[in-house]
């Protein structure tokens, strides 16, 4: 990945159920440059964490995305519903 985040951790799941495999990914982003637009330095990272997690996905792939804050536990998850690989773009965010 990018100067812009850090990859903590990555656990994949067997979800028998539905008969798949899912993956959680922990991510920090890093603070944009001082001299750098905020809102375009958190739009660059999300397209570089879309490119992260989807690396190893086929275009029919199912996949959800579930952003919340470790640190302030209060702030309520936000998430895109889970739609095929072909159906998800950064540009969601």
């Known amino acids: 990945m990018s100067q812009r985040s850090t990859v903590d951790g990555e656990i994949n799941r067997q979800c ?3 008969n798949a495999i899912g993956t959680q990914l922990s991510v920090r982003l890093l603070p944009p440059p001082p001299d750098s637009n905020p809102v375009t330095h ?3 990272s999300m397209s570089d964490l879309f ?3 989807l690396r190893n996905c086929n275009e029919s ?3 959800g995305v579930t952003i919340s804050n470790d640190v302030n536990v ?3 998850p936000i998430g895109i519903s889970f739609r095929r690989k ?3 773009s950064d540009e969601v965010i």
Do not use: E, G, N
């Open 16 to 18: 028998s159920r539905f």
């Open 61 to 63: 792939d199912m996949v």
């Open 74 to 76: 209060q702030d309520k």
């Open 86 to 88: 072909d159906q998800l």
């Open 42 to 44: 958190f739009l660059d």
């Open 51 to 53: 490119a992260y997690a």
